[in-house]
């Protein structure tokens, strides 16, 4: 009876975990110091991310917005970035090839918190928005982290320009 009770409860909740992971969110640990302050604010600990899947590629990305990403250096490995310019608008680089960038269609521009301690748009340029997986809503460990992140990009690095009209905001 139990086995049977069991095997009910995976034929059901098996599904609805998997979608709920795929579709929903999931809980990722964040590793590095590129995102200091705002994440891993001590070196040697290591916080943990709520990564909201529902609505990334709806175009719910914001500048300001803490997403995760497939590294387009490495496609095995996820980077988790501050979003700093969206398509259309221009930006200033930190040691970019080019001082001032024009971010093409479908694309974005990134950036770690921690200036010089990151790989990031500075390195590998603008972002194809296609390698979006999800954006961090929350620090849910360690719980005297708890947090809601908020949407802040700091003053410095705001756009030069702009876009006027924008696909994301439309």
């Known amino acids: 009876m139990a086995f049977r009770r069991f095997g009910k409860s995976l034929l059901y909740g098996l599904p609805l975990g998997i979608t709920f992971l795929d579709c929903v969110g999931y809980v990722a640990r964040v590793d590095g ?5 705002a994440l891993n604010p001590v070196a040697e600990e290591r916080d943990f991310v709520f990564l909201l899947r529902w609505g990334i590629h709806d175009c719910n990305v914001e500048r300001g917005d803490i997403i995760s990403l497939i590294s387009p250096k490495d496609p095995a490995q996820r980077i988790i970035k501050r979003v700093v310019g969206m398509q259309g608008d221009v930006v200033s ?28 748009s500075n390195t590998f340029g603008p972002v194809a928005l296609g390698l979006m997986s999800a954006r961090a809503v929350a620090i849910v460990w360690p719980p005297e982290r708890w947090r809601v992140l908020k949407n802040d990009l ?10 006027k009209t924008s696909y994301y905001n439309s």
């Open 33 to 37: 110091t590129s995102m200091q302050p």
């Open 154 to 163: 700091p003053r410095r690095r705001r756009p030069i320009q702009v876009a």
């Open 93 to 120: 680089t930190l040691g970019y090839k080019h001082e001032i960038v024009r971010i093409p269609d479908g694309h974005c521009w990134v950036e770690g918190d921690h200036t010089g301690h990151s790989l990031d």
